[in-house]
Every structure is written in C-alpha cells, then in structure tokens.
C-alpha cells in the first residue's frame, strides 16, 4: 500500500514539474529592499528575486552581467551565457526590458567577484517580455518652445531698434 | 554704518549675470544636438524651451542693466553667489520637463548637486532615462567643476580685474598663468586632453567589459566627467557597481585623483616640473591623510568581518575612500551597506575622508589638503616654539610650487575656513537628527552634501524632508564657492534692507 502511495506521489511531482516554469507558478520572490537589509540573513542562500532587465547583458566569457531592477533598486546576477540567450529587451528611454525571475545563491560579499553583492543564477524566467516604447512628441512642449522662440525673436528686434 | 547698494551696483551685477547665464544658456544647445542626433525629440524639446527661457532672461539683463563699469570685489562676488543659484533654477527646467524628477525641488536638488560636483541625487528611474537628459547630468558636473564662472571668463568677459574677482569669487584664487582669461583658458585645455584621454580608456575597457561600443562610449564620457569633476553621478542607478569591472574601478580611482590635483600643478607636471608631485605640501598632505584615513577604514571593516579577501579590501574600502577624500561620491556599494553592514569606525574613517577633500583650484570640495598642510606646519611652529630656547629664531616653510614661509594671516585664513566647514558639517547634521536620523548617519550624509562628495548612507531620497533637501542644497552652495561670495550675498541683502 505504502509502495503505492509513493508512486502516485512521484507520478504526481513529475506531471506538476513544469507547472512550476510556467508565469505566476515561480516560487516567491524576494524584493532588493529585503536583501539590502538583511544580506546577512541571506548570504550565501537560494533566492529568488524577481525585476526587469536594464541596461545591457554584459558578456563575460561563458557567463555574463544582468542587472535586474524590482522598481526599487537593480541587483547584479551573474549568470551562465546560455541562460541569458533568450532576453529580447532591456530596459532604456526607447524600450521596457524583459522582466526576469532568477533563482540562484545570494552573496553579500561575492568572494569571487571582489566583493560585490550579487546573485549567481541558477534558472532564470522570462516573466513578462519587454517591448519598444516609441516617442511621441509632446504637442504641449512643441508649442511652448515654439511660442517662447517668437518672444525671444521678438524681443531680439526691439533691441536692435533701440540701439538705432 | 552700513551703506545701502546703489543703482550701480545692482546694475553691474545684472549685466555680468545675464552675460553668464547667456553662456549657460547656450551650453544647453550640446544637448539639443545629442537629442536630434539620437531621435530622442521630447528630450531635445525640453532643452530648447529652457535654452529661449535662458537667453531672453539673460539678454533682458544685460539690457536693462547695461553698464561698461567693470565690476568691484563686492559686485564680483555677488554675481558669482547669484550665477550658481540662477544656474541651479535654468539648468533644473529640463530635468524637471523630463519627468524623472518628483518636483521642481527634487530637480533643483539635482542641478546644485551636479554643478557642485557633489553627486547626491533624488532621480527616479535613471535606467529609462534619454542619452540627452543623461549627459546633462554629467555635463553640468564638468561645467561646474571648472567653474560656471569660467566659461563666461574663457568666452565673454573682457577686462582681467573684472574677470579676476569672478575667478576668485569662485573659491580659486590661484593664477596658474599672469593673464586670468588664459589661466581659465588652460584649466579648459587641461580638463579637455584629460576628457578625450579618460574617455577613451574608460570606452575600451567598457567594450572589453562586454558592453556595445556606442554604450561604452557613451558611459565612457559620462563616468569620466563625473570622476575628474570629482562629481559621483552616473549613468546608471547602480552607480559604479553596474560595471562590475576591476579595471574600470582602478581607471576611474586614477581619474579622481588626477580631479583632485591643483590645476597649477597639472601645469607644472606638463611643463616637465614633475618633482612638485613629490615637494609639494598638498599632494604629501593628501597621501598621508588617505593613509591615515584608509588605516581606520581598514581596522573598521577588519572589525566588521565582511571583506576577508585583500581584494574586496580594495574594491570596497579602499574606493569609498578615495571616492570619498577625492570628493566624487562613485560608489561600489550600495547606500544602505554603509549603514547595515560596515560599522561606525569604518563609516568615521570614511566621514573623515569626505571632510577633508582634495587640493586647492581643483575641482574637489571640503576643507582641502593645503589647509590642512598649513594648520599642521602651525602646530609644528608651535611645539617648535615650546621645545626651543626662548632666544631661538622660529622659522617654518612649505613648499607649494615655490618655497613659501609660513605666515600667521595663512593660518588664520585655513583655520576660519576649516571652522566654517566643521560648523555647515555639524549643521547639517543637527537638521538631520530634528527629523529623526541617528546622529552618524546625519552627519555621514552632511559632510556628504557640504563636502560635495556625494556619497550616501541613504538619508538622500525623494521621500527626505523639503526641509532637509533645501538645507542639502545650502550645504553644497556654501560649500563649493566656500563661503565668501555666500557671505557676501547675505551682506548685501542686509545692506538693501538696513542700509542707508
């Protein structure tokens, strides 16, 4: 009976598994404000911490910088290049970066990045895709600078014809 | 009995002002071109508006108040007090009009911290701001560090005893060369073969660093303007610790010590005098006291036990020290790590650092190295004086660039001055503690503000107090035209008030 048990359960984590890489399965993660305050209490433990992409990937040999923002601060993850092959957009003025979720270990003081607080990933998630965000001009700005620009010829022409 | 400022006066302060705010005015047509050239148009929007706001205010002024005077110390000072604070409120237009900024004052904070090259910031989402905006950032610390004033001497005003007094108002008051336009002239040229060199390096190791070759060189010219105006923004959010690069660390503590030279002595070391890095009071100052601040910083992190490894000694301790004694504020750590995880001697050795500053006519702010050198030699002359018979003759000497012998009217002056900043230092730190903040960490973020550092326990948010950013603000202004021209600007109001 026991047997049994055991293998329905078995049965029952393996059909789940990929339950857990689908959005909105990921365990909980936990924001930058969290870890700044308490890296001690997290230092050297598996994490998951959630953000958007900024910046840029910054490729280092088989690895490579990600720098992922929670909307509070950006923490620096270190990551294996393949695992980074699917990020699309980071964040900038002209596009909103993917937003990723990395599980891995927490370091406060990485002992082999100089010290440096990061995480080394050990999965990361494609939470949300980025996009471009295309500029449209502001008609408010446009008509203000050009108004001022009016005022400023004018008051241009004034002086030249108080200095006649 | 004090004398009620003329018409005169008040003129020729007007049309020196509005001269340099046409100069100031002008500089922002740099980032309208960076702005059309990236197709970032609202950004380049917001400069234009604030370019036509600048020069009809400045062109009003040099109308309405046309003189051929030239200036006296008295307007001199004033014009240069009043050339900052119009230079914060032109400059805060578009960084306010790109909505990264929660008001106005956060803008504000954010132009006075950048052309006092302190780097304390109240930004909101720097990672999604336009190439633009972010070069204006790093373009007022370059402005700012050679002097607002500077560009209106290099470029517009005639007349070296006008010019003079600005310089002079603008906390220098060393002529690298006989001629005050061509001292402003050669502290550009300088600041300029350092800028096309720093970038260059800073733009490879960048690349090297895995970043595209248009973004290492934008960060490039970014980050070097920040660290040879001792300024401290960046731009990114993470400051420095963005570009997890040992080398970039070590070129940009290079460039912040090369910042926090005397520009005299840059002169020196380009006309091949090369032994005055070695004889001369501020730069012995400087090693000794990096030292000496370094030794405290190091028994407080030993203490702390969060760097075990000499390298992480360096890259953490030993850069917020030279950040900090440089008067940049880079960091590669992040604020609240100051606060959670190094421990108070630590975070004193690096108050002091921060309190003490780099050289004179540099671009650093704080007490500065030849103060500290001249107080020392006092105290030497003193002990000298208790130690020797009383017939003995006392003679005590420095040498910066040439030998000088030390006089009591150089000590009463490095001392007044040295008093003046430990009272803004401790101000602040009062003001910080009304609103609740422990006492080191207000004081750490005070001699941040008035030392123009820039490097932050946290305190610095856009959720702090109006009261303390105001306050913050005061600091750095006081602090970066150290307190003459300030004083002088109070003066003036209490002689338009109360004079007769």
């Given amino acids: 009976m026991k047997t049994r048990n055991i293998k329905w359960i078995v049965l029952a984590i393996l059909l789940a598994g990929p339950v857990y890489l689908i959005p909105g399965f990921a365990a909980e993660s936990i924001s930058s404000a969290e870890l700044l305050s308490n890296s001690k209490h997290y230092d050297g433990k598996q994490i998951s911490y959630r953000g958007e992409v900024i910046g840029e990937v910054m490729k280092r040999g088989d690895f490579a910088w990600i720098n992922l923002h929670d909307g509070e601060n950006a923490i620096g993850i270190w990551a294996p290049l393949s695992l980074t092959k699917g990020i699309v957009y980071t964040g900038s003025y002209k596009a909103r970066g993917d937003v990723l979720e990395v599980s891995g270990i927490f370091n406060r003081a990485c002992s082999e990045h100089g010290g440096d607080l990061d995480i080394h990933a050990q999965t990361l998630l494609k939470i949300e895709s980025g996009k471009l965000t295309p500029e449209i001009i502001n008609p408010v700005k446009r008509n203000q600078a050009l108004i001022l620009l009016g005022v400023l010829l004018l008051v241009w022409i004034l002086t030249l014809l108080l200095r006649k | ?500």
């Fill in chain 2, 1 to 500: 009995m004090i004398l009620k400022p003329n018409r005169q006066d008040i003129k020729a302060v007007g049309y020196y002002l509005g001269k340099i705010i046409i100069g100031l005015a002008l500089t922002m047509a740099i980032p309208i071109l960076i702005g059309l050239l990236a197709q970032e148009i609202n950004p380049a929007l917001d400069f234009l508006i604030s370019l036509e706001i600048g020069l009809l205010f400045g062109v009003m002024l040099t109308k309405v108040c046309y003189t051929e005077r030239e200036l006296n110390w008295m307007q001199g000072m004033i014009v240069v007090s009043l050339a900052w604070v119009t230079a914060m409120f032109l400059s805060a237009i578009p960084m306010y009009l790109s909505g990264h900024w929660k008001s106005y004052l956060d803008a504000c904070f954010d132009s006075m911290s950048g052309f006092a090259t302190t780097g304390l910031t109240l930004v909101q989402n720097l990672d999604h701001m336009s190439l633009t905006h972010n070069l204006w950032r790093h373009l007022i610390m370059f402005i700012g560090g050679q002097g607002i004033v500077i560009i209106a001497l290099s470029f517009f005003i005639k007349g070296a005893s006008g010019a003079f007094k600005l310089y002079v108002g603008e906390a220098r008051d060393e002529r690298i060369m006989p001629n005050i336009v061509h001292t402003s002239r050669f502290i550009w040229l300088v600041s300029i073969a350092y800028l096309i060199l720093g970038t260059l390096v800073l733009s490879v190791i960048g690349a090297l660093g895995g970043m595209k070759p248009f973004n290492a060189f934008f960060h490039g010219v970014c980050v070097f303007m920040a660290a040879f105006d001792t300024g401290g923004f960046a731009p990114q959010s993470q400051n420095i610790i963005y570009y997890r690069s040992f080398a970039f660390e070590v070129a940009t503590i290079i460039i912040m010590i090369l910042g926090a030279l005397n520009f005299r002595l840059h002169y020196h070391i380009w006309v091949g005098n090369r032994k005055e890095i070695v004889k001369n009071i501020e730069t012995v100052t400087l090693f000794i006291s990096i030292l000496t601040v370094f030794a405290i910083v190091a028994i407080g992190l030993k203490q702390a036990g969060i760097y075990p490894q000499a390298v992480m000694f360096f890259r953490k301790g030993f850069y917020q020290v030279i950040s900090g004694h440089t008067g940049t504020g880079f960091q590669t750590i992040y604020a609240q790590q100051f606060v959670n995880e190094w421990n108070n001697l630590a975070l004193v050795g690096v108050i002091l650092a921060m309190g003490l500053g780099g050289a004179v006519c540099s671009t650093t702010g704080a007490i500065k190295m030849l103060r500290i050198g001249i107080i020392f030699k006092a105290f030497l002359e003193d002990i000298k004086r208790i130690i020797l018979p009383e017939r003995a003759v006392v003679i005590q000497k420095f040498h910066h660039i040439k030998e000088v012998f030390l006089e009591d009217k150089q000590v009463r002056s490095a001392l007044l001055i040295t008093l003046a900043y430990l009272i803004l230092y401790f101000l602040g730190a009062y003001i910080g503690m009304l609103y609740g903040y422990p006492f080191l960490n207000s004081l750490f973020e005070s001699t941040s503000a008035a030392g123009n550092v820039g490097l932050s326990c946290g305190i610095t948010a856009a959720s702090m107090p109006a009261v303390l950013k105001i306050t913050y603000i005061l600091q750095m202004w006081a602090g970066r035209l150290e307190f003459m021209s300030v004083f002088t600007l109070i003066g003036f109001f209490v002689a338009a008030l109360e004079g007769k």
